[in-house]
């Protein structure tokens, strides 16, 4: 398996190419625009990683549902795998892999739970059936067959007026969304020979100004 890059009428990547403020913000939202207009699968989807309590690190795909000049953010159990890292370990790598863009995007930085309202926002724009479902789920905790999932998924539905009621689901306590407040933020490009252009930017943590570099391959 061995693909060229270079084909895919990116092109054109530098350092000039980041503008704006804070300057990942421009490129970052036109690369993002460029997958939803392609219609690549889940242009949203990134692979975020934290670390547990002894440093090792976990990755897992989550969606990306806002992105501002403050960062990226995607919403989650709190009692998960992930949720348990970030409240010992509150950072995070967030990689989007738009393959089929022959591209990608890199962001590291601390994490923050959001504002209480945002997420209550979001849930509240929710499919009924996915806030059953979060209900439903004490995520990342064994469960011993499927079976037991499903009834447990109807004795939520039932306490609340049933799959198609109308009753409010209300938002737990335990889901919400983490921001990812990004330090670094890289972009790739694939080129032609593997000489593909990534220009990764940093944020100088005393005076919060962005400095755009290439490196090598
Ligand atoms: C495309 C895709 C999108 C996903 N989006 C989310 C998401 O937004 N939030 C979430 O909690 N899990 C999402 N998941 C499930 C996670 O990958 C993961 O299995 C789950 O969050 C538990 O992770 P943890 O045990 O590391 O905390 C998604 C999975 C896939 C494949
Ligand atoms: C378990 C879980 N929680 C949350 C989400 C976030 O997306 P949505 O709010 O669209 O369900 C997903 C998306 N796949 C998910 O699988």
């Avoid at 704006?20 to 392609?38: H, I, Y």
């Avoid at 159990?77 to 995007?105: C, Y």
Wanted: glycine residues 10%.
């Amino acid at each position: 398996m061995r693909v060229g890059y270079g084909s895919a009428g990116g092109g054109g990547l530098g350092p000039e190419s980041l503008t704006g403020e804070p300057v990942w913000l421009d490129l970052f939202e036109r690369w993002l625009a460029e997958g939803v207009a392609r219609a690549i699968p889940e242009p949203n989807a990134m692979v975020v990683a934290t670390v547990d309590a002894a440093g090792v690190p976990a990755t897992r795909t989550v969606l990306c549902k806002a992105v501002d000049d403050r960062g990226i953010v995607f919403y989650t159990n709190h009692d998960s795998d992930k949720g348990r890292h970030l409240a010992t370990q509150p950072v995070a790598s967030a990689t989007f892999p738009w393959i089929a863009m022959e591209r990608q995007v890199h962001f590291r930085g601390p994490v923050v739970q959001i504002e209480r309202a945002e997420t209550q926002a979001y849930w509240a724009s929710r499919p009924r059936g996915s806030q059953l479902g979060a209900l439903a789920s004490t995520q990342s905790h064994p469960i011993a067959s499927r079976a037991d999932l499903e009834a447990q998924a109807r004795a939520v539905a039932d306490r609340f007026g049933g799959v198609d009621g109308d009753e409010p689901v209300p938002l737990p306590d335990n889901w919400g969304g983490y921001r990812i407040q990004p330090t670094t933020v890289e972009f790739w490009q694939g080129g032609a020979d593997r000489l593909h252009d990534r220009v990764r930017v940093v944020r100088d943590p005393d005076t919060g100004v962005w400095d755009a570099r290439r490196l090598q391959p």
